[in-house]
Structure formats: C-alpha cells, structure tokens
C-alpha cells in the first residue's frame, strides 16, 4: 500500500458535516447558536437600530417597549439596550477568537514538535509548559494591564499565554499516537521531510480534535474576558461590551431594574453553553474515531 493510500486511512478524516451530525441535536442546536452569534459580531454595528454610545439621563432604566422603537428600553445612562447587546458581541466574540487563535497556533506547534523530535527538546517543552501552569490567566492579564495598560489586546495575550500549555498538553498526546502510525513511516521511506508530513498529514488528521479543543477553549476565554471586563481591565466604559455592562448596569440589580445587567450576562451564558457543548460533543466524536 503506497504512503497516499495509508494516509487516506489514518483515522480522523470524517468530513466536518458528517461530524456535526453525529453530535447529535444538542450539537447542532449549538452550532446554530454559535453562528448567529457570528452574524450579530460582525454586522452588530450596521444592524444596531440606534447609536449605542448616545447617553439619555431622562430614558435612564425606562424598560421593553415603553418608548417606541426601543424593544428592550434603555440602560442605566438612557443609552438603547438593544443596540448596545448587537454592537457588545463584536468585542465579545473578538477578544476570544484572539485567545484561540494564538493559544491554539503556538500550543500546536509546540505539541508536534515535541512529539516529533522527542528526547531533550520534548522535555524541555514539557517542563516550560509545566512552568506556565502555575500563571491563571486572570493573574496574568491583571499584570498584563498593569504593565502594558488595560485594555482588550493586553488581557487577549495574556490568557493566550495562560491557555498555551493546556493546548499543548492535549494536542502532545495526539501527536505522539499520530507519529506512530504506519503511514508515517511509510512517508519517511519515500523521502518526504518532516514539514511536509507534518503539514500533509499529521495536523490534518488532527483537526477534528483541534477543532473540539478551540471550541471548548473559546467558551472559557469568553467568560475570562468577562470577568476582565467587568473589572475594568478590559474592554473599557463607555464601549459596548457584555462584560462592560455587566459592571455598569450591576446597580440597576438592586434597584429593581435587572434587565440590563441580566441581558447582557445570560447574552454570555447563552454563548458559552452553546461553545462548551459543542465542543463536548466534538471532542467525544473525535476520540470514538481515533479507536
């Protein structure tokens, strides 16, 4: 059998819409909610029906439908809800693609690596990805903010930094199995170098499980970035963000106007299920294939 032919075999090479159906109703449900999601992050500020930087003291915690145009009423400033939630996913949704992006490039790297080359390089790798464990990416975006200033790009570096040796981790063990099977040796007969196995072969066929991973991983770096934002080390006030308004409108709470606040944190909860179970359900197919 020739090197092609036992690629074509290697396990892994279900196609993505195969897949998708195989999560079964949960997963696709999610899948439908993270693409809506993706619509509103990047057409929020065309399909936003007002500005929503436009403070209005005298609109301030007026709620759904008293003012005519405005569905969900107005914020703590008079600013409209609605448009505020369309136009807050685009930084929502941005700052973890960011995280995934980064995290999920450099741990791969790192991963096939090792797993290729082995010996003293692997564990070197694997001891500095010991060393990053001890960092939680909160920590290491507040001094991200404190050095570089706060803001969404410093908090995005710093929890890809946090996220690396998880990546790293799940994706070594896959690359290790991967080197081991046939069709790789098989391509190392026939002269083929090791970028070209790698980029050809191996990280294809690891995709379904790089895919489960960045889906689980985007839902936690969207609640991080939250939770950064919230304490106003992110994303800042007045811009639209979920986090941000969480944290402006958390008086509204105990004022007896939660629908801002609420709006906006079940808008991130929503999002983070739908990611989480996805990525879930990914990440079992995923495993069932590689048996």
Known sequence: MSAVAIAAD????????????????????????????????????AISPFDPLAPGLSN??????????????????????????????????????????????????FAVSAAWRGGGYDAVVSSGMD????????????????VFGAGLISASLALAIAY???????????????????????????GASP??????????????LIVAQATILFGYAMVDLAAISFLGLGVQAPNPDWGVMVSENQ?????????P??????????????FNVLGERLYEQAQADRR
Not at 172 to 185: D, H, P, S
Not at 195 to 208: E, G, K, T, V
Not at 251 to 259: C, T
Not at 261 to 274: E, N, P, T
């Open 10 to 45: 290697a396990p892994g090479r279900s196609s993505w819409f195969t897949l998708l159906k195989r999560t079964g109703p949960a997963g696709i449900a999610s899948a439908i909610v993270i693409v809506v999601a993706t619509f509103v992050a990047v057409a929020g500020r």
């Open 195 to 208: 970028l070209s196995i790698c980029m050809r072969h191996l990280l294809p066929n690891m995709a379904p």
């Open 60 to 109: 301030a915690w007026i709620g759904p439908m008293q003012v005519t145009g405005h569905l969900l009423g107005f914020d703590g400033q008079g600013r409209d809800l609605l448009s505020r939630l369309l136009v807050g996913a685009t930084t929502s949704m941005l700052g973890p693609l960011a995280v995934v992006v980064i995290c999920m490039t450099v741990g791969s790297v």
């Open 261 to 274: 606040a609420l709006a906006a944190g079940l808008s991130i909860v929503i999002v983070v299920v739908a």
């Open 164 to 190: 690396t040796p998880y990546v790293a981790r799940v994706l070594r063990g896959a690359a290790m199995r991967e080197r081991a099977q046939q069709y790789v040796a098989a391509l190392e007969v026939q």
């Open 251 to 259: 008086s509204g709470v105990l004022q007896g106007y939660p629908l």
């Open 131 to 146: 060393i990053l464990f001890a960092f939680p990416g909160i920590l290491l975006a507040i001094l991200a903010a404190t």
